[in-house]
């Protein structure tokens, strides 16, 4: 049998075999195993992502930038949040399906998402959809606004106000990257980000520029470094 797979498929294979193995008593090396080689995700700068919320003019779509940037969502978590979901006075999101995960539940938000989202809900009601009738947080003409579209405008802005494609998950990366880079520990961004595997979050173990100073100077002396 011809098994053909991504490198990472393989290796879950490769240890599930060998773990089986150790249980049974028996113990030996798996070797042709392809090596992972983690892609660092394209991000975008703070800069950037300040530039492109300031140049989307429809608040709703503003709001949904900064939301999916400052709680790193996935755009699958953006999609099924509901009115009822939002904390305005404490400026948190409940996402209710990681009740059962080690993830936070609550997430919080800046203050200028707030203040996006405060004018969204106002137009929103002006526009008569009203939180009974459709308790999705974004809408669209149909309803509950899609993936698909979002991901749809989120292209057309990013190549207009920044000249390159952006996705909603470039989104989460810059934030999760923009995180380490402030020192966040891996631990906590597990949490942050709601990963359930920790190697999934080693992607973003490489030291910044800055981080890689600060430990070359704990182990160096002053006046070597």
Not at 120 to 144: A, C, H
């Amino acid at each position: 049998m011809c098994i053909r797979d991504s490198p990472s498929t393989l290796n879950i294979v490769a240890s599930a075999i060998k773990k089986f193995a150790e249980i049974n008593g028996e113990y030996f090396k798996i070797t042709n195993v392809p090596q992972i080689n983690q892609k660092v995700p394209d991000i975008l700068s703070k800069e950037e992502i300040d530039a492109l919320i300031d140049g989307i003019k429809d608040i709703r779509d503003k709001a949904i930038v900064s939301l999916l940037y400052d709680c790193a969502l996935r755009i699958s978590e953006l999609v099924n949040l509901n009115c009822s979901d939002i904390d305005m006075e404490n400026r948190l999101i409940f996402l209710e399906h990681r009740k059962k995960s080690r993830s936070p539940q609550k997430i919080p938000f800046s203050k200028r998402t707030k203040a996006l989202l405060e004018r969204y809900l106002e137009e929103r009601d002006r526009r008569g959809f009203d939180k009974k009738t459709f308790p999705e947080l974004f809408v669209g003409v149909g309803g509950r606004l899609s993936a698909d579209g979002i991901r749809r405008n989120l292209r057309e802005y990013g190549l207009r106000i920044l000249g390159k494609r952006v996705q909603p998950h470039m989104l989460r990366h810059s934030r999760a990257s923009h995180l380490r880079d402030k020192g966040m520990s891996l631990d906590l961004l597990r949490e942050f980000l709601g990963h359930r595997r920790v190697d999934t979050t080693l992607i973003y173990a490489r030291l910044s520029p800055t981080e890689l100073k600060s430990r070359l100077e704990e182990l160096e002396s002053e006046d070597e470094w």
